[in-house]
DNA sequence: CGGATTAATTGACTTAAGTCAAATAATCCG
DNA sequence: CGGATTATTTGACTTAAGTCAATTAATCCG
């Protein structure tokens, strides 16, 4: 079911981006309490879900196509226009762009969460992101067009895509509080923390960049653990 | 009229968003086409608002009341529920937190902007940012629960705020961009390229933690221009 | 399997930016 | 105004992380 993995994808996603890093409190008012209030918001996400009328429901379960991609297909290219949003149901995939000839991962994405270029989809206009499977994939495909003529139609979808993209830009926030705040071994820290499985399935390089820092400096911080 | 403002705020935002710093294209595919397709989406914005209907127009008009801070006055304070919203008519309000004892600006809000400690505002639950008048300032305040409650019933009020989040996600993404991609000098550059009021109005101190680096390197930064 | 390509590590050196401390400059207010 | 507080600059030094280059490890596929 379409939504019972969004809202658990959240969840993951969450205990991912806050947290304790060693013996470091992140949110000032501590760590526990993030994560409380965080999760305070998935719930707010699921009722809505639960609640939804069954015409509405089936409207948005109906949004989506199963697709497979295999490893280092691309779901999306530099240029592209992002006409879909990908769900992702097994498998890892990245986003990144071009800088000075160096590919930047902006985002790793693991199943049961949403793959999209953001600015590209809103704005539906070429974007920069690259969007691309780091390993085989399932994904369950929705077009922008139908989900926006479904919007239309069905105004609880409106308020669902608004709570999202909510929580897009609270993982956004976070990820800009991280980068103004740690460095690259505690960064490298949460990151494990809260996702140890990226490490045997997503090339150091990815990693690197999406931390923003050196392979060399990651493979150093690895080193001395 | 609340919307108006709004919008011209946000055309404003974009131009001090993306662009050409001295020589440096940010965009892949050019600043130019960026500009273009942000201008695109706002009057994507414009347009929606300018479309409601007589009913909704009005309710939205009616959400807000103004209200005056003085010069270091807080809208905001950490560990508060932000409960309200601020669209800033004159002056200028910061956003920051507290780390490690520094303040840490997280955004410089100018006349026509919004002010919002997001993650609070969207979880109804303490945060970790101040919002404190830099200069004297008037604003509209919305207040959430009244904002909420019109959502409810004028669902066009949520597909505004869906627009309006998209746009606060896409300064986001920009902003990560910016820290990813740019040096000190860089980044400086930009912000005084599309915000050079700035210079005039805000110690250094904000500007330097809202960069990400530390007072003295803005200063040399600043030295050798 | 085994050579070839790709990924990761390690070493040596550079550099952008940070820190600490002191000196100016600006602004605020009695 | 003029002293006091606050903001900014400048200097000297440190450091985290980057770069370049070489080596080792892993994996891919004929």
């Known amino acids: 079911m379409l939504h019972r993995r969004i809202v658990s994808a959240l969840t993951d996603n969450i205990l991912n981006l806050i947290g304790n890093v060693s013996g470091y409190v992140i949110y000032l008012s501590g760590t526990q309490l993030a994560k409380r209030l965080m999760s305070a918001y998935l ?7 639960e609640r939804l009328d069954m015409e509405t429901a089936n409207v948005l379960e109906n949004c989506s196509v199963a697709k497979v991609f295999k490893k280092g297909d691309f779901l999306l290219r530099q240029g592209d226009v992002c006409k879909k949003s990908y769900l992702v149901e097994s498998g890892i995939v990245r986003k990144y762009y071009l800088h000075d000839g160096k590919e930047i ?9 949403i793959a999209v270029a953001f600015d590209s989809y809103c704005l539906q206009a070429p974007g920069r992101e690259f969007i691309q499977a780091v390993t085989d994939v399932t994904v369950a495909v929705t077009d922008y067009a139908v989900f926006q003529k479904a919007k239309q139609q069905y105004p609880k979808l409106t308020a669902l895509d608004l709570l999202m993209t909510e929580y897009y830009a609270m993982w956004l926030e976070n990820r800009l509080f991280q980068f103004q705040t740690m460095d690259a071994t505690q960064r490298y820290r ?20 999406y931390l923003g820092i050196s392979l060399e400096t990651l493979s150093r911080v690895r080193a001395k653990m």
């Not at 902006?106 to 049961?112: D, H, M, P, Q």
């Open 43 to 49: 719930d707010k996400i699921t009722d809505f879900i």
């Open 190 to 209: 949460l990151l494990i923390q809260k996702d140890p499985h990226v490490i045997q399935n997503v090339p150091l390089t990815y990693i690197a960049s």
């Open 105 to 113: 991962t902006t985002e790793l994405i693991f199943a049961g969460d």
